[in-house]
Nanobody, 125 residues
Framework: QVQFLESGGGLVQAGGSLRLSCAASGRASSTLVVSWFRQVPGTERQFVATVTWNGAYTYYADSAKGRFTISKDKTKDTFYLQINNLQPEDTAVYHC??????????????????WGQGTQVTVSS
C-alpha cells in the first residue's frame, strides 16, 4: 500500500508561487494515478489535478487550469503541484492520494487512499 508525505506549503503573498511535493512510500505500481486535493476547514476535499504514475498524462479541475501544474519527478516517486499567481482563495490544506488507474477523471476524494497529513498553504492579500 502506498502512503504519501506532503511538504512545501507556507505563507505567501498573493501573486506568489509555491511548489508542493508529495513523496510516496510503500508498494507502488505503474497502474496507479496520483491526485492532489485541497481542503478548507468545514468543507469537503476539492479535487485539483491527477497525474499517471509515470507522469505521462494529466487531468485538471476546470478551476485549476492555467495556474496549477501537476508532475512527477523522473528519478523518484515524488509528485509535485506547482501553483503560480497564488490567490487568497487558494488558502487550504493540500493533500495527495492515489487510486487505481487508468481513468483520470475520477474526482471524488472517497475513491482515493494513501492520504498524508497534508501541507498548509496560506495566501495573504
Amino acid at each position: 500500500q502506498v502512503q504519501f508525505l506532503e511538504s512545501g506549503g507556507g505563507l505567501v503573498q498573493a501573486g506568489g508561487s509555491l511548489r508542493l511535493s508529495c513523496a510516496a512510500s510503500g508498494r507502488a505500481s505503474s497502474t496507479l494515478v496520483v491526485s492532489w486535493f485541497r481542503q478548507v476547514p468545514g468543507t469537503e476535499r476539492q479535487f485539483v489535478a491527477t497525474v499517471t504514475w509515470n507522469g505521462a498524462y494529466t487531468y485538471y479541475a476546470d478551476s485549476a487550469k492555467g495556474r496549477f501544474t501537476i508532475s512527477k519527478d523522473k528519478t523518484k516517486d515524488t509528485f509535485y503541484l506547482q501553483i503560480n499567481n497564488l490567490q487568497p482563495e487558494d488558502t487550504a490544506v493540500y493533500h495527495c492520494a492515489t487510486r487505481l488507474g487508468p481513468h483520470l477523471r475520477i474526482t471524488n476524494w472517497k475513491a482515493y487512499t494513501g492520504w498524508g497529513q497534508g501541507t498548509q498553504v496560506t495566501v495573504s492579500s
